[in-house]
DNA sequence: CTGTATCCTGGGCGATACTG
DNA sequence: CAGTATCGCCCAGGATACAG
């Protein structure tokens, strides 16, 4: 994985910040600490399970940090490293784009 | 599809421009218009089906032109168009957050 | 509430062969 | 050269049940 050559940096954040759902989680934890259950909430669509694999891959690449408090019931704090809030200007260009992109179609059916 | 209710524009974006194959694509062609070949050479390890596919789906949304020249051998040329040269910024952005990323992995490694 | 543990399915994708 | 046409594998991810 480490030895992987890559012909293209893209391909790099495509795999440690690619895919179906690590984008959303990382724009939803820019702003701010979230617990698991809202972040769940705000994606909207995503199983337990698959919000679990994605969180750890994010917090073993240092992208997130998972802080659990030893409550009942049980409440677990996710949050963007520095690392992972590096990202910011990439996911804000990603959702303008995804705006604009609408918008041009919306106009265009008409 | 186009009824899909997105709780974040991001969203459109990956649908659009994301996967594993798409934002190198376009990070390609932003360089200049390429031959089918001369793409599947750039990107690498992409079978023909694959890239054949990405294209269409690419073209379909509007991002990419293809243009085919009555010779023989064939010539099939991709381009973007004035959409998806927008995405300029977000891919070169991705880019640049793979090669920090990566120089970061390296420097603390030791 | 925040997770594991299983089971299971679709479809993305590669491998391969063939064609205009 | 630039594709289609098939086939088949794999595994990401959903559904569900259970646990600390």
Redesign the pocket.
Known sequence: MNMKAYRCAVEVTIEVAG???KPLIIHYLLSGTK????L?RLIG????????????ELESHGMVN?V?YAEV??????SLTELGRTLAPTLVAMREWGENYMARREAEQQ
């Open positions: 895919g179906k759902w617990r698991f259950g809202e769940q669509g995503v199983t337990q399970r698959s919000l679990t694999l994605q969180l750890r998972r659990v019931p049980p409440r677990v704090e996710y």
